[in-house]
């Protein structure tokens, strides 16, 4: 692995921090040569992990020995990263330094930490809870980001993370697009006022009832400029400068009506609504919603992921309880795909679990995929969940999924997400419930089948 610079941290490390037990720490992880990179391409993360109620430990336990405590921290942090270089960079504050070829290996850290810190420490004989605040950066270890660059980054996410209390995570790698991201972001502030966003339906189907009961709303951003927007270049950027909330409640708004819309004309189906992680441990956000929602008498879904709901836990169960008892139904969008926690999966008011489309549209052709998808099916169903499969692209894998017992699918084999012109004519049409039909078409007749949809 690729070593930070000693002399970067050294400077950092204060003079009465007991420099003898840095070395055994600090020496962890560290067998790489420094500027030899044994992976061609990957990601390198800095954290800087600082103990948040050192003042109050002090006054309780006195300096010589809260000024070791930070040894403590080090060691457990690097119990959990033993292939981390750990150092000792204050009274408070450790960095961390570590390489993976997966930029969610951050997110895996950094929860691995919160919970092996959460438990308390033997301080003199008696038990302390010490609270660690973490900020992070990310890069790509090739490309010249300087270690510079990714300590800045590291220092402005943990000044975020001590006013906003959670951990957060930077990005560097976006470097010279940085001034491209500013301008989206301050153009995507007009967009939302000036209904340069649109939705776009996907139906899921529900194999057993053959028929539409939902369909997911999806954004997206007619830029006059760039021309289409998908929401996977905007929304990062809105996340990062708050215009998520305004652009949730312009989604929320629109597909209200669209629903009303839907309804005159004889269709009247759940419209599910993907909810960014920040949102859930907004109060303001949440009250706004629950009164739009009764003021309306809407029926809605609200897709979330797992990993949003790791973050911040306890306000995002409870917000979701909150949005449950007004009717809306919660699935769990993406499953699989990042970070998994059964401890919370039974304590989500989830009535749907949607498999993430990485599985399912690799079903018919991966060894491991379908152990993954049948085995996801049948933990979801004991947890009395419906499953629902994304991305499904072929009939063999809408067969496989029946056999299975998924409960309803959704992809391009039965719809791409379309303008609401079209949603209507598609649902009235019914054509498309064939496709679905064709489900229990011996497996060697499915070629036939996809020809036919
Ligand atoms: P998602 O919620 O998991 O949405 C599914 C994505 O998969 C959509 O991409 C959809 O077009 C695509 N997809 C659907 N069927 C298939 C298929 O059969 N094969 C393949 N390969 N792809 C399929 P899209 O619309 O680009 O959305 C990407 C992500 O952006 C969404 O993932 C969701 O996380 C986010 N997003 C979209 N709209 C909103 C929104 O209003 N608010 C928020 N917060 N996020 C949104
Ligand atoms: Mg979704
Ligand atoms: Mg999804």
């Known amino acids: 692995m690729r070593e930070f610079p000693q002399s970067h941290f050294a400077n950092r490390v204060q003079a009465d921090v007991p420099l003898g037990s840095l070395s055994p720490i600090s020496q962890v992880g560290g067998g790489g040569v420094p500027g030899h990179f044994q992976r061609p391409i990957g990601w390198q993360f800095l954290i800087l992990a600082e103990i948040e109620n050192f003042g109050v430990l002090r006054r309780h336990l006195g300096r010589p020995r809260v000024d070791t405590l930070i040894v403590d921290v080090a060691a457990r942090i690097s119990a959990v990263l033993?292939?981390?270089r750990i150092?000792?960079?204050?009274?408070?504050?450790?960095e961390i330094a570590f390489e993976s070829e997966a930029r969610l290996a951050l997110d895996m850290a950094i929860t691995a930490l919160e919970t092996a810190l959460d438990l308390p420490f033997d301080l003199d004989g008696e038990s302390h809870r010490v609270h660690v605040q973490f900020g992070a950066s990310a890069g790509p270890t090739i490309g010249a980001r300087d270690e510079v660059q990714l300590i800045e980054e590291a220092e402005r996410a943990l000044a975020d993370a001590r006013s906003e209390r959670v951990a957060v995570a930077r990005d560097v790698s976006a470097g010279a697009e940085s001034v491209d991201?500013?301008?989206?972001?301050?153009?995507?502030?007009?967009?939302?006022?000036t209904d340069q966003l649109f939705l776009q339906y996907q139906p899921k189907v529900h194999l057993r009832r053959q028929e539409i009961t939902s369909v997911e709303a999806l954004v997206r951003w007619n830029h006059p400029i760039r021309g289409l927007v998908l929401p996977s270049d905007f929304i990062p950027i809105a996340e990062e400068s708050r215009d998520i909330v305004a652009l949730t409640l312009?989604?929320?708004?629109?597909?209200?009506?669209d629903q009303k819309t839907l309804a005159a004309n004889g269709h009247d189906l759940r419209i599910f609504i993907n909810i960014a992680g920040v949102l859930l441990a907004d109060a303001r956000f949440v009250r706004t919603v629950c009164a739009l929602i009764e003021a309306s008498g809407a029926r809605l879904g609200f897709e979330i992921t797992e990993t949003s709901v790791i973050r911040d836990p306890e306000s995002a169960i409870a917000n979701l309880k909150i949005f449950a008892d007004i009717g809306i139904v919660i699935a769990i969008d993406d499953y699989?795909?990042?970070?998994?926690?059964?401890?919370?999966?039974?304590?989500?008011?989830?009535?749907?679990?949607?498999?993430?489309?990485?599985?399912?549209?690799?079903?018919?052709?991966?060894?491991?995929?379908?152990?993954?998808?049948?085995?996801t099916i049948d933990l979801a169903h004991a947890?009395?969940?419906?499953?629902?499969?994304?991305?499904?692209?072929?009939?063999?894998?809408?067969?496989l999924l029946s056999v299975m017992g998924c409960d309803?699918?959704?992809g391009f084999l039965i719809s791409r997400p379309i303008n609401l012109d079209a949603l209507i004519p598609f649902l009235t049409d019914e054509k498309h419930l064939a496709i679905a039909?064709?489900?229990?078409?011996?497996?060697?007749?499915?070629?036939?089948?996809?020809?036919?949809g």
């Open 82 to 84: 033993p292939d981390a």
């Open 87 to 94: 150092v000792i960079a204050g009274r408070d504050m450790v």
């Open 181 to 193: 991201r500013a301008q989206l972001a301050s153009d995507l502030t007009i967009a939302i006022n």
């Open 250 to 257: 312009w989604t929320i708004r629109r597909s209200i009506r």
């Open 336 to 375: 699989g795909a990042g970070l998994s926690s059964l401890a919370y999966l039974k304590q989500l008011p989830a009535r749907e679990l949607k498999i993430d489309k990485l599985f399912v549209t690799q079903l018919t052709s991966s060894n491991r995929d379908p152990l993954i998808v049948r085995s």
């Open 383 to 399: 947890l009395e969940m419906e499953v629902v499969a994304e991305g499904v692209e072929t009939p063999a894998a809408m067969a």
């Open 408 to 410: 309803m699918i959704q």
């Open 437 to 452: 039909a064709d489900v229990r078409a011996p497996f060697n007749r499915l070629a036939t089948v996809w020809k036919r």
